[in-house]
């Protein structure tokens, strides 16, 4: 076959294309630090990195969805301990109030102060966070305690089939994996809770020192049902902690498969970057004498 000028020019523009095509390829990955730019440059890479993006997309919804969670049981922690605090008081103000030293007048003091103490109960029960109730299980846009004075919890609550159904507010924090956030409306704020402490403070203002009688027993039976469901709070946030570190360490596994699978190793392309210009220098000398000579060249 014969080879023509033409010919030897049209191979050196075609490989001096490609040669541009390539330095433009690892020109772009040393710019963006990324093996591909579009899904045509590597079809394997592009497809892994929807699969990978999309986990970490999980990973990151389920970090926002335990912080939620550590909202949701941080309240209802920091709730019932001002809960307990004030039944705490209470206790110490029946004991003082059974004195058989104290005039009328001294217990009438003492049950306005318990009769504080049970608006506190009352607010502390109706705790909104982000415009919730956490205290009143999955109904959480209505309050637990309807009525303040006197206190009179939602019929949800009194309830046991009811309360069965609300008690149950769930989170996920992993695929699969949910967590009871709630505490149990019907073992923190019940009827009975504040049953106890109005009967309490009735007795003390009517000097009624034999209603007293029997009340310490049925203070310490709320307060001990209150203290059972802190401590299952309590074990379930340590739950949420171990939770959040495995989320912490699958984020990490998540970010460096990612990693490995679209970010470019830079060493590497700065050295096919500078092997490529060397090759595209030749080529442009060779095409330059390939090319150069012209009939005018011959006829000089």
């Known amino acids: 076959m014969r080879i023509t000028q033409s010919m030897l020019a049209s191979n050196s523009l075609r490989n ?37 993006r999309s986990d970490l997309t999980s990973v990151d919804q389920y970090k926002r969805n335990l912080s939620e969670l550590h909202l949701w049981m941080d309240n209802s922690e920091a709730g019932m301990d001002q809960a307990n605090s004030g039944l705490q008081r209470v206790r110490e103000l029946v004991i003082e109030g059974q004195n058989g030293t104290l005039s009328p007048e001294d217990r009438k003091a003492i049950a306005v102060e318990v009769g504080q103490l049970k608006q506190d109960l009352v607010k502390t029960a109706n705790t909104q966070v982000a415009g919730r109730y956490i ?3 999955t109904d959480v846009m209505n309050p637990p305690v309807e009525q303040e004075e006197p206190p009179v919890v939602a019929t949800n609550i009194t309830d046991p089939t009811q309360l069965k159904l609300i008690n149950n507010y769930q989170v996920e924090v992993s695929k699969g994996v949910n967590l009871k956030a709630n505490v ?19 007795a003390l203002e009517t000097n009624n020192t034999s209603g007293l009688d029997g009340s310490l027993g049925k203070l310490d039976k709320v307060m001990d049902t209150m203290s059972a ?18 989320l912490g360490q699958q984020d990490i596994l998540a970010n460096q498969v990612l990693s490995d699978n679209e970010d470019a190793s830079i060493e590497k392309v700065i050295m096919d970057m500078t092997t490529q210009e060397s090759v595209h220098r030749a080529a442009l000398s060779v095409g330059s004498k390939i090319i150069q000579p012209t009939l005018m060249d011959f006829l000089r």
């Open 229 to 246: 469901e802190r401590a299952d709070l309590g074990a379930r946030s340590n739950r949420l902690d171990m939770v959040e570190d495995r």
């Open 16 to 52: 001096l294309s490609d040669s541009y095509l390539k330095m433009g390829k690892l020109q772009n990955q040393l710019s963006t630090g990324k093996k591909i730019t579009k899904p045509s440059d590597d079809p394997v890479v592009a497809m892994k990195g929807m699969f990978y």
């Open 135 to 137: 205290y009143h299980g």
């Open 184 to 202: 149990n409306p019907g073992n923190v704020f019940s009827q009975d809770l504040f049953n106890v402490v109005g009967d309490i403070q009735t």
